[in-house]
């Protein structure tokens, strides 16, 4: 009896140890849970643009860009229907074009129609305005990322964009995060491809 006592002492603080870090010690879910991919992206890949973003408009200083790039003054002036429309797919752009000049003369300019009339504000795959200076965490050591994290919330490390994961350190210290947390996350991200 004394040693099923004994056992029962030494098991309910490791139980409780483990209960108080308000997390189960799970890197991803911890990842997530903190707001991790706010600022680092999904899986610590960065924050990159999903899809294109562009446009394509016929607006007076457009004419003169269409000018520019070698579409003749009878063309552009054929396209005065076009003017004041905004098109955000270049498909669509190209199909009013091509109803208007017909397909010969479309086919002809349309590289330079695209370059005359197009913006692209952003592209697929390019990083989120604000975004660009944030690491990568993905694919790191462990070892690099969780002394990177605690150097920053313990005030070693204060270059860059470390006042924004200071900005959570209530949230972190409100919900008992633990090394172990740390290390769980830093081995998580350091498995990710």
Known sequence: MGNKVMV????????FLIQSTGFA???EALFVKLTCPTCHGQQGKGMFRDKTKA???LK????????????????????????????????????AVTEILGQKITRQYREKLIAGAGK???????????????????????????????DILEGRRVNGNTKAMLG???FL?????????????????????
């Open 60 to 95: 007076k200083r457009y004419r003169k860009k269409l000018k520019e790039v070698g579409v003749p003054a009878s063309i552009i002036k054929k396209l005065k229907p076009l003017y004041k429309k905004k098109f955000k797919k270049e498909e669509k752009f190209i199909t």
């Open 8 to 15: 029962s002492l030494l098991v309910m603080p490791l139980f």
């Open 120 to 150: 692209v504000s952003y592209r697929k795959g390019d990083p989120i305005k604000g975004f660009e200076n944030y690491p990568k965490l993905a694919g790191n050591k462990k070892i690099y990322l969780y002394t990177q994290m605690k």
């Open 25 to 27: 010690v799970d890197g």
């Open 168 to 170: 959570v350190k209530p």
């Open 55 to 57: 446009r394509y408009r």
């Open 173 to 193: 210290d409100a919900n008992k995060v633990k090394d172990n947390d740390f290390k769980a996350i830093a081995e998580y991200l350091s498995k990710v491809k």
